[in-house]
């Protein structure tokens, strides 16, 4: 047996938690001297001080951990849980990542000063184009993610790679919203073909065209969605400072596509379809 000095050592918990838990009855010393006070503990409980803290952590409070240890709660039921709970973590730990990066370039925003430069833009006339695609509404970033993973796995093994071109990403949202988008996600076609590609979502992906655009004006995002509002911000003062206005839905060509845990090296092309404001 050992003293709780030597057993919070060993448990790797403040002794002072320890005496909590015991004056409330959540976990008791195997014996107590009643002369000096002193607590004794085994390492065979360790595995029950484990269940605690694991359910401790997983939320629950401590009136209802007393009750699940009450009830036996097995160490499968608490490991299944803990694993529900690292997935929720990882979740928001990833939320929180790109958070953090969206933090980061509006800083780097606030830096330049609104200071865009004519040579960010680009502009170009886009040909018309078999588009292999799906038009859905987008409910939010990983959903969206989720999709190009889905088409850029399920496409390749359909189309020969001759035939395959850039994936594209058509925005027919008029408004920017962060959980809706009227999105048409798809592959550039370099030849005519006959084909169709079901999906998990329920509708397949069918050829259609992308039309031509006379003109657009265009420029490279290198990073993830959190870099947006720097090709966006250069496409808009381009276009206001040389009074051209959009026409037609903005396009995302994926010159290097998202990988999972690898957003931040994507480069994409923004592409909008502009005329010249009347002088």
Not at 95 to 118: I, P, T, Y
Not at 128 to 153: N, P, V
Not at 156 to 177: D, M, T, Y
Not at 242 to 256: C, L, T
């Amino acid at each position: 047996m050992f003293r709780i000095g030597e057993f919070s050592k060993i448990a790797q918990v403040p002794a002072s938690l320890l005496r909590y838990y015991d004056e409330i009855g959540l976990f008791t010393p195997i014996r107590s001297d009643g002369e000096t006070g002193y607590r004794y503990y085994s390492v065979q409980q360790l595995a029950q001080l484990n269940r605690i803290l694991a359910l401790k952590d997983l939320g629950f409070s401590l009136d209802q951990v007393k009750h699940l240890m009450a009830d036996a709660v097995s160490p499968e039921e608490i490991r299944g849980m803990l694993a529900l709970k690292k997935a929720q973590i990882e979740q928001t730990l990833e939320s929180e990542a790109v958070r953090l990066r969206a933090v980061e370039s509006r800083l780097q925003l606030l830096e330049r000063k609104g200071d865009f430069q004519d040579e960010d833009v680009v502009l170009k006339s886009l040909p018309a184009q078999y588009f292999l695609a799906q038009r859905h509404i987008c409910h939010g970033l990983a959903d969206g993610l989720a999709t190009i993973s889905e088409m850029s796995r399920l496409v390749p093994q359909r189309v020969p790679a001759k035939a395959l071109g850039r994936f594209v990403c058509v925005i027919h949202s008029e408004l920017f919203e962060d959980q809706e988008w009227d999105l048409e996600f798809g592959f550039v076609l370099n030849q005519a073909l006959e084909i169709t590609v079901p999906l998990s979502r329920g509708l397949p992906m069918t050829v259609c065209e992308l039309p031509p655009v006379k003109t657009a004006v265009t420029a490279v995002r290198f990073g993830g969605p959190e870099k947006g509002p720097h090709a966006y911000g250069a496409i808009g003062t381009w276009a206001e400072t040389h009074q051209y206005k959009f026409q037609g839905p903005g396009r995302e060509v994926f010159i290097v596509p998202p990988k999972a845990g690898h957003e931040s090296e994507m480069v994409v092309e923004i592409q909008f379809p502009v005329v010249a404001v009347p002088r």
